[in-house]
């Protein structure tokens, strides 16, 4: 493992308190309020703790009966909501978004009003020992009738409390759609609250389509049976079904959580994360459930590192993809942005740029090359590979006259700028000048699909990845 792959400030958007929480605190708040344990000592109760991978539904959600168990007062969800932020810090952690289910934690009265209260104290009590501040998504649980969905969006929406940014549905898939609960997304919309959905994790591509239809999601939780609708052929995705396609538009980016999705669902080293960034799915690297499935925020950078080839380059994306994907006001994801940019410091060797083939031709027979629009944009666009499906199928969706050309970097000098994008806060490659044929180092044929979408081409992905792994 290349350590300097995943050294940098992480950005976590997917982590659960209840999944997260430290055996030897399950086992102090079970004595307290006298809550039997599986176990003697901590040693036993994180062996216990640990869900294995193949290991039935049932038995692995036996874990969070524990911890919900013990955390019904509000002295224990401070204490947890705290611990969670030492942990996050200490693991490199730069912002982190933390998320509980406040209907679980009314079992002995705490209303789901004092539940957010008290994770917000945890949380304010660790901002101020670790400078990390982070904040809270409030699920709703599919298993749960909608009214209970509600009455959880509407404590999110009336706390008041500036930590909670945006909300999730969580919990069993199966024969549970997000379509159920749309009414009380629609709150969080209409209160602007972010909206996450967990969907495709545990079951097919048909519930990402119905939280896409139905709740308007900013974020999709894991979503990695959206493969189920990909046609694969020579280890890559070729075409996209109409469901995959409606995710990829939607820009909504993927939560990944390797490790989680391993205990339920696909080994590491058959998920398909890799696959669907190649195919400009929009991919961040989280940790899920820290202490049930015995990982952290940068184990699941390594594995990406270890199992999918992400270089130093592909991991700082994913960071950055999610910084940009963060629930925060506009300054503070801007801020947040830049921090990670500089964190990691990486820019890559070779980057694209979709030129009209007859304009390339012309330029590259006069030595060189200013497209069209560069008279009204005062730059040249340039995009980095995993950057390029996007803007393409946004800008050229159908266009049959289009030239990928790789760019060695280097040639371009000072007048190659990282700034925003147009509406984003994502960093895109801008050039300042003409662009010389000699800083061209290959030329791609880009065919649109019969959807009139993009795929890159196998060849530009070997031109372009093999230099980011130099
Ligand atoms: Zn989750």
Known sequence: MNAAAVGGPIVVLHDHLDGGVRP?????????????????????????????????????????????????????????????????AADGVVHAELRFAPMLHTLQGMTPAQAIEAVDAGLREAAATTGLDARIIVCAMRDQPEEVSIEAIRAAVNSGCDRVVGVDLAGGEVGHPAADHAAAFALAHDAGLGVTIHAGEMDGAHQVASALDTCAPHRIGHGWRIIDDCVIEHDRIVALGPIATALRASGAPLEICLTSNACLGVPVADHPVRLLRDAGFQVTLNPDDRAITTTSARRELELAAEHHGFTRHDVA??????????????????????????????????????????????????GSYLPVGFAADGFVHLSSLQQLLTPANRFYSGRGDLVALVIDAHFLGSSLVWEPGTGTDEYFPHLYGALTPEAVLGEFEMTPCADGSFLLPNALIRAVGRSLAE
């Open 24 to 88: 030897q605190t399950v086992l102090d708040l079970a004595s307290a309020y006298d809550v039997a344990v599986p176990a003697r000592d901590v040693q036993e109760l994180a062996e216990w703790f640990t869900i294995t991978p193949g290991m039935p539904f049932v038995e692995a959600f036996s874990r969070f009966d524990l911890v919900g168990a013990v955390l019904q007062t509000p002295a224990a969800l401070v204490r947890v909501a705290r611990e969670a932020v030492e942990d996050l």
């Open 317 to 366: 994306q994913a960071m950055e993809r999610a910084a940009v994907a963060a629930f925060l006001p506009d300054g503070e994801r801007a801020a947040l942005v830049e921090r990670v940019r500089a964190g990691w410091d990486v820019t890559p060797a070779r980057i694209v740029h979709l030129a009209a083939r007859e304009e390339w031709e012309a330029a590259r027979r006069r």
